[in-house]
């Protein structure tokens, strides 16, 4: 990159956020191409771990390697110049841009809050909004900070279908995109929704979609559909939905497979399919209600979320060793 060039991006970073922006945009992606196969995840170095500025701030073995401000007091840049020994990345080397930034950076840290450390800045959200305007101001204030241009409205009729696939999973009838075509009232939007949730259709659709997030289609975990609905899992799913159970309920009924009711009865078979099988419930549990894969920290750290360890993974597993299909 020609150095006016580097210049002029280096001076767009001088504000506010320019720290948590510079990560973002330059740093994180720098370390990963470079330092996370020494300095993250199973394998850490001198324990350095170099995957946020959290764990960066935590220093390594040797004690802090960053003093924000202050790039020439601070081991993590001066390792990188040609010159250094110990030199970093060991078998290459970084070049002038990339070091530029670094540099930049550990300056911009100097504004830095301990609060911020993660770069993770909670949006503001104005008092007196709905609750379905608070989901429209955080999208378009994300949007905004990321310069992405909102999608035009849509127009009814493909509002109409969209809404009815998503709530119902089908088309609407006939009768039903032509009743909504002609309304002319000013919240039929809101009606249409809601007399979707309210229908029967609703928390059926919902009960086949979530089975198949939580325990996979029937063919690929070979599970008889007949056994899911014998043993009420369906049954559950669909009552949930229908009486809008909240999802931290919903994830107790479960993982702790001690239903105080009749109705949360099928929730158990969440755990009972698994034919205690407790690892595979440990994961199962972490990739159905927390998106993450465990398996990887049987054996080591998690190489790529930090905040896995093994010795989570072994703790799950003996929080579940304790139950047994009866």
Known sequence: MDRVLLLISLSLFWHENASADLWKAHIAPIFQSNCVKCHGGAKK???????????????????????????????????????ADPHMPPKGQLNNNEIE?????????????????????AIEIPKDLSVSGVIDYVIE???????????PTVDDRTFCRRVHLDIVGRIPTSDEMTDFLKSDSNDKKIKLVDRLLSSNEYPNYMA????????????????????????????????????????DAMAKDLVVAKPKS???????????????????????????LLGKQIQCAQCHDHPVSPEIEQRHYWGMIAFFNRSLNV
């Open 262 to 288: 009749k109705n949360e009865l099928g929730a158990s078979w969440f755990l009972f399919e698994q034919k205690n099988n407790h690892s595979e419930m440990a994961k199962l549990t972490m990739s159905s």
């Open 101 to 121: 930034y670094i540099r930049v950076w550990i300056e911009t840290l100097a504004a830095t809050k301990e609060s911020d450390s993660l770069y993770d800045s």
């Open 141 to 151: 204030e994300s949007c905004s900070k990321q310069g992405i241009p909102l999608s």
């Open 45 to 83: 170095k001198a324990g350095l771990d170099i995957r946020s500025l959290e764990s960066i701030l935590a220093g390594s073995e040797n004690g802090p390697v960053i003093e924000k401000g202050y790039p020439e007091k601070s081991s993590i840049f001066t390792v990188l110049r040609a010159e």
């Open 208 to 247: 086949e979609i979530f089975s198949a997030m939580l325990l996979g289609r029937e063919s690929e975990r070979k599970k008889s559909r007949e056994e899911r609905i014998k043993n009420g899992w369906l049954e559950y799913l669909t009552w949930a939905f229908k009486t809008n159970r909240p999802w």
